[in-house]
């Protein structure tokens, strides 16, 4: 289901159904072809990731479709402490990043804007951020 004006799209399949994914691109189609207007943050997301012996679909092929799509790519599990809290955290810091560009953006008397974009920090080093912040 998608929603005129969102910020965020969430495109989630299971890791241990291949057609799950290829779900996730048509539901993005879908998006693509109604013309929102708008250019949320996407993201693919993997569920189930603590099932690796039933694993369909292999982290490879899913940031490969995720890059195709245009979305940030993450695999979780509800079974594994604090992956779930991190996606959120994840998805909430991606949309305030975003809103934060573009209100620097809009506020611009035609100078130079600075794109503030993907983090250059690996996943541990995100961890490790997130973590701080729940933490205090």
């Known amino acids: ?9 969430i495109l989630a399949y299971n890791v241990t159904r291949r057609d799950s994914l290829a779900g996730c ?7 693509q072809e109604m013309g929102s207007g708008n250019d949320p943050v996407k993201f693919l997301i993997g569920c189930k990731a603590d099932l690796e012996d039933e694993r369909e679909v292999d982290e490879e092929e899913a940031q490969a479709m995720a890059t195709e799509i245009g979305a940030r790519w993450f695999e979780t599990s509800s079974v594994v402490e604090g992956k779930a ?47 701080e912040e729940r933490d205090g």
């Open 85 to 131: 809290e991190f996606l959120i955290q994840k998805i909430v810091r991606n949309i305030l990043e975003r809103n934060e560009t573009e209100s620097f953006s809009q506020s611009s008397d035609g100078c130079d804007t600075m794109e503030m974009g993907d983090s250059s920090d690996s996943p541990e080093q995100e961890v490790a951020v997130l973590e």
């Open 25 to 31: 691109v048509a539901r993005d189609r879908v998006w």
């Open 1 to 9: 289901m998608f929603y005129t004006g969102s910020s965020a799209v």
